[in-house]
């Protein structure tokens, strides 16, 4: 050591540095030595591109990949664990976007033009869904990249020896050859990298060069240490979303990591509470990385083995008490549960979430799993999943989901069937023509125009979304991805043409309860108590209720809403579910899988509200409609336990996409051991009636107000909003006073 220098301790220094590793992605800082800039990188895509148009789109992929990890500006930061920047511009993602515009004006101009059309209408949204994947974990880390590479190459030989390389394995192979290629001297780039600013940051020497070391090693062999596997896990991240496909979930925390975590402690490499600040290092950087503005990363914890066994471990503790110590938005944590998750795992759980760091959903495993087996997945791969995105069930690298390829808004079809087809805030038809309000002389007769409203809504959605599958081999092929999945190895598949082991596509059925309250007041308010004709109504809803007040208010506030376990509203919302889950569930796509249906509706809520005229329940034109399972905004007045009792009467299992419930709690319910009992009593109850995933805010409603008013006295408070939380200070006035609204209710 150098007279004069103080070396900084390696261990006991996070806070310290948090601070600055807070703006390590707001101030970026790159080597300009290091290589080129974003604009010359641009100019030498452009350049191959135009040389080598004749190339498979796979190839060319793979190598504009090659191109920015080999010829981009890198830095690593000498206060980091971690090593990972590169400054690559969104180069890929940019020439994607190319590609998709390429193909909707050669391809898809009328299929665009209906989706424009029906999202700039509320009605559905269909897209190609690259937003929700994930990688196989297991075999990042099984592997490393040199192993990934000589797996695709032995799979070559194998098919060139059979006889069965076709031009499009052949292509397959070569673009995951260059991939993993470019991956192994990138990481060794990062390693050079480290070692410099070792020398440039005497005080951090110690430091770079252990990060230096373990970059080298991940680039020869697989990672034999925690350091080195989370390093892996988070480069893999950061080159796959580069690539062009967002990562929306980190695995099985505990489960992956256990085994690196206990040898690691067993050789003296680390002790718990360094294993514990290594992962606050691990998990601040997807917070730096969003600023909590962002939808985040999942990593799932527990789980039940096909023996009924528990995944528990020590190391679950250590990573939640991290979190807890943390206290970020980012990452997002989930939770599967089982009748065997022990206690005081799950007690952890419930005192972050009343504590305020609710950034988790608790998933049933003993639902999630037969929902998967009934919708053909292996016992092996049912009981490996893992929640992608927000809720979604998906098997731990073996499927690509697609779980919002659709988002369709119910209340809409109660509009269209109301209007014969015509949506009333438009003028337009949209939906299919069922009958004038004055042809329905029963409910029987308006609901079942209703279901055929919602069937050629879905059956449009899904046929747009068929065509937009067909050209994703061209639009965004993922050889980096792919190259993770046993499958597309073993096929010569890409992940795009339908080579993971699972290719279904999801259907978001938004604006459940609206949807359910809407056609029990037209049962109730038109055919039973007779109020008004349906006629009346209608005009009633296209004024937004201005003549008729009072009929408003009976209608939002005197008759039976979903979320109360009222027996009449429930038993419709069941059929309603049923009849939903039956048009999509099956329906074959175009990667050689399925749809599959969805029971939740993240922030579309306020999206399609906004595209949505006054409806039957009460409810005013262009305000939220019903979010995810749970009842209207402030209509679930008889309490948490009716509000249970109502949702567990639907089959969970007819929704393989997922579903999940709200619950808002007071303070005062969750209030010391009795609070904390009680709350984990609430958990298990709702799984034990068949519930199939649950997320919670615990607000008293006048925290909620001074919060608007004096946001820079809550710039920390935390609030969940669909699969993803964020402070409340970030949300838009309208979002806020949906969450006073539910917090007033329970006050």
């Given at each position: 050591?150098?007279?004069?220098?103080?070396?900084?301790?390696?261990?006991?220094?996070?806070?310290?540095?948090?601070?600055?590793?807070?703006?390590?992605?707001?101030?970026?800082?790159?080597?300009?030595?290091?290589?080129?800039?974003?604009?010359?990188?641009?100019?030498?895509?452009?350049?191959?591109?135009?040389?080598?148009?004749?190339?498979?789109?796979?190839?060319?992929?793979?190598?504009?990949?090659?191109?920015?990890?080999?010829?981009?500006?890198?830095?690593?930061?000498?206060?980091?664990?971690?090593?990972?920047?590169?400054?690559?511009?969104?180069?890929?993602?940019?020439?994607?976007?190319?590609?998709?515009?390429?193909?909707?004006?050669?391809?898809?101009?009328?299929?665009?033009?209906?989706?424009?059309?029906?999202?700039?209408?509320?009605?559905?949204?269909?897209?190609?869904?690259?937003?929700?994947?994930?990688?196989?974990?297991?075999?990042?880390?099984?592997?490393?990249?040199?192993?990934?590479?000589?797996?695709?190459?032995?799979?070559?030989?194998?098919?060139?020896?059979?006889?069965?390389?076709?031009?499009?394995?052949?292509?397959?192979?070569?673009?995951?050859?260059?991939?993993?290629?470019?991956?192994?001297?990138?990481?060794?780039?990062?390693?050079?990298?480290?070692?410099?600013?070792?020398?440039?940051?005497?005080?951090?020497?110690?430091?770079?060069?252990?990060?230096?070391?373990?970059?080298?090693?991940?680039?020869?062999?697989?990672?034999?240490?925690?350091?080195?596997?989370?390093?892996?896990?988070?480069?893999?991240?950061?080159?796959?979303?580069?690539?062009?496909?967002?990562?929306?979930?980190?695995?099985?925390?505990?489960?992956?990591?256990?085994?690196?975590?206990?040898?690691?402690?067993?050789?003296?490499?680390?002790?718990?509470?360094?294993?514990?600040?290594?992962?606050?290092?691990?998990?601040?950087?997807?917070?730096?990385?969003?600023?909590?503005?962002?939808?985040?990363?999942?990593?799932?914890?527990?789980?039940?083995?096909?023996?009924?066994?528990?995944?528990?471990?020590?190391?679950?503790?250590?990573?939640?008490?991290?979190?807890?110590?943390?206290?970020?938005?980012?990452?997002?944590?989930?939770?599967?549960?089982?009748?065997?998750?022990?206690?005081?795992?799950?007690?952890?759980?419930?005192?972050?979430?009343?504590?305020?760091?609710?950034?988790?959903?608790?998933?049933?495993?003993?639902?999630?799993?037969?929902?998967?087996?009934?919708?053909?997945?292996?016992?092996?791969?049912?009981?490996?999943?893992?929640?992608?995105?927000?809720?979604?069930?998906?098997?731990?690298?073996?499927?690509?989901?697609?779980?919002?390829?659709?988002?369709?808004?119910?209340?809409?079809?109660?509009?269209?069937?109301?209007?014969?087809?015509?949506?009333?805030?438009?003028?337009?038809?949209?939906?299919?023509?069922?009958?004038?309000?004055?042809?329905?002389?029963?409910?029987?007769?308006?609901?079942?125009?209703?279901?055929?409203?919602?069937?050629?809504?879905?059956?449009?959605?899904?046929?747009?979304?068929?065509?937009?599958?067909?050209?994703?081999?061209?639009?965004?092929?993922?050889?980096?991805?792919?190259?993770?999945?046993?499958?597309?190895?073993?096929?010569?598949?890409?992940?795009?043409?339908?080579?993971?082991?699972?290719?279904?596509?999801?259907?978001?059925?938004?604006?459940?309860?609206?949807?359910?309250?809407?056609?029990?007041?037209?049962?109730?308010?038109?055919?039973?108590?007779?109020?008004?004709?349906?006629?009346?109504?209608?005009?009633?809803?296209?004024?937004?209720?201005?003549?008729?007040?009072?009929?408003?208010?009976?209608?939002?506030?005197?008759?039976?809403?979903?979320?109360?376990?009222?027996?009449?509203?429930?038993?419709?919302?069941?059929?309603?579910?049923?009849?939903?889950?039956?048009?999509?569930?099956?329906?074959?796509?175009?990667?050689?899988?399925?749809?599959?249906?969805?029971?939740?509706?993240?922030?579309?809520?306020?999206?399609?509200g906004l595209l949505t005229g006054a409806l039957p329940d009460g409810r005013r034109a262009y305000q939220p409609l019903s979010k995810n399972l749970g009842a209207v905004t402030a209509m679930d007045k008889e309490g948490v336990t009716a509000l249970i009792n109502?949702?567990?009467?639907?089959?969970?299992?007819?929704?393989p996409d997922g579903s999940v419930l709200d619950v808002m709690l007071h303070p005062t319910a969750v209030q010391g051991e009795d609070g904390l009992n009680a709350l984990v009593s609430l958990i298990r109850t709702y799984f034990g009636q068949g519930g199939f995933?649950?997320?919670?805010?615990?607000?008293?409603?006048?925290?909620?107000?001074?919060?608007?008013?004096?946001?820079?006295?809550?710039?920390?408070?935390?609030?969940?909003?669909?699969?993803?939380?964020?402070?409340?200070?970030?949300?838009?006035?309208?979002?806020?006073e949906e969450f006073i609204k539910s917090a007033a209710q329970i006050s």
């Amino acid at each position: 050591m150098k007279k004069g220098i103080i070396r900084n301790p390696l261990w006991g220094c996070f806070d310290k540095v948090r601070g600055h590793l807070e703006k390590q992605y707001l101030e970026p800082r790159y080597d300009a030595s290091s290589g080129l800039s974003i604009d010359e990188l641009m100019d030498n895509a452009k350049q191959y591109l135009a040389e080598h148009k004749e190339e498979p789109r796979i190839v060319q992929k793979a190598n504009i990949f090659s191109l920015v990890l080999s010829q981009g500006q890198i830095e690593v930061d000498e206060k980091d664990w971690f090593a990972d920047r590169l400054n690559h511009g969104d180069l890929l993602i940019k020439i994607r976007r190319e590609w998709h515009l390429e193909v909707e004006e050669k391809h898809l101009t009328k299929e665009k033009q209906i989706n424009v059309q029906a999202s700039e209408k509320g009605y559905f949204l269909a897209e190609l869904d690259v937003g929700h994947t994930s990688p196989d974990w297991s075999c990042i880390l099984r592997y490393g990249p040199l192993g990934l590479r000589e797996r695709a190459r032995q799979a070559r030989k194998l098919a060139e020896s059979e006889q069965k390389l076709t031009e499009e394995k052949r292509a397959f192979y070569e673009a995951v050859d260059i991939v993993y290629s470019a991956v192994i001297k990138f990481i060794r780039r990062l390693s050079v990298q480290a070692e410099k600013m070792g020398r440039e940051h005497p005080q951090e020497q110690e430091r770079m060069e252990k990060v230096a070391r373990s970059l080298y090693a991940i680039s020869e062999r697989p990672p034999q240490t925690l350091h080195e596997a989370l390093q892996l896990a988070y480069i893999y991240h950061e080159l796959q979303e580069m690539e062009g496909e967002n990562v929306r979930s980190m695995g099985g925390f505990d489960s992956l990591y256990y085994p690196y975590y206990a040898n690691d402690l067993k050789m003296g490499r680390l002790t718990r509470d360094q294993a514990k600040e290594l992962i606050q290092f691990f998990f601040f950087k997807f917070f730096a990385k969003t600023q909590g503005l962002l939808m985040g990363k999942n990593f799932y914890f527990g789980g039940q083995n096909p023996d009924g066994t528990d995944r528990i471990n020590d190391l679950s503790y250590a990573a939640y008490e991290a979190y807890e110590e943390l206290a970020t938005v980012d990452p997002k944590l989930s939770v599967r549960v089982h009748s065997k998750t022990p206690d005081a795992f799950l007690r952890k759980v419930a005192n972050c979430i009343r504590s305020g760091l609710n950034s988790m959903v608790l998933a049933n495993d003993e639902v999630t799993i037969p929902t998967m087996l009934k919708h053909g997945k292996t016992p092996e791969d049912a009981y490996n999943y893992l929640l992608i995105g927000c809720y979604e069930p998906a098997v731990a690298g073996k499927e690509i989901s697609c779980s919002m390829a659709i988002t369709l808004n119910m209340a809409k079809s109660v509009e269209l069937a109301l209007y014969n087809g015509m949506d009333p805030l438009s003028g337009k038809q949209i939906g299919i023509q069922t009958g004038e309000a004055k042809a329905f002389r029963c409910f029987e007769d308006f609901y079942a125009a209703y279901k055929k409203q919602l069937a050629y809504q879905t059956k449009t959605a899904i046929n747009i979304t068929k065509t937009f599958e067909k050209y994703w081999p061209v639009v965004n092929p993922s050889p980096l991805l792919s190259g993770t999945m046993t499958e597309c190895i073993q096929q010569g598949r890409d992940v795009s043409a339908g080579g993971a082991k699972y290719n279904n596509s999801g259907c978001m059925c938004c604006s459940f309860a609206s949807t359910v309250d809407s056609l029990f007041a037209i049962k109730t308010l038109v055919f039973e108590q007779k109020l008004c004709s349906l006629e009346e109504l209608q005009k009633l809803l296209k004024e937004d209720w201005k003549s008729n007040e009072q009929l408003r208010l009976i209608a939002q506030t005197r008759l039976e809403k979903w979320g109360n376990n009222y027996e009449q509203v429930d038993k419709l919302g069941r059929t309603l579910a049923d009849f939903m889950a039956s048009i999509v569930n099956g329906e074959p796509n175009n990667r050689g899988g399925q749809f599959a249906a969805a029971l939740f509706s993240i922030d579309f809520c306020h999206k399609y509200g906004l595209l949505t005229g006054a409806l039957p329940d009460g409810r005013r034109a262009y305000q939220p409609l019903s979010k995810n399972l749970g009842a209207v905004t402030a209509m679930d007045k008889e309490g948490v336990t009716a509000l249970i009792n109502s949702v567990t009467k639907l089959d969970f299992t007819q929704f393989p996409d997922g579903s999940v419930l709200d619950v808002m709690l007071h303070p005062t319910a969750v209030q010391g051991e009795d609070g904390l009992n009680a709350l984990v009593s609430l958990i298990r109850t709702y799984f034990g009636q068949g519930g199939f995933a649950i997320q919670f805010n615990i607000f008293d409603v006048n925290t909620l107000l001074d919060a608007q008013k004096h946001p820079e006295r809550y710039a920390n408070l935390q609030v969940r909003v669909c699969g993803w939380n964020v402070y409340f200070v970030n949300l838009s006035t309208a979002e806020q006073e949906e969450f006073i609204k539910s917090a007033a209710q329970i006050s």
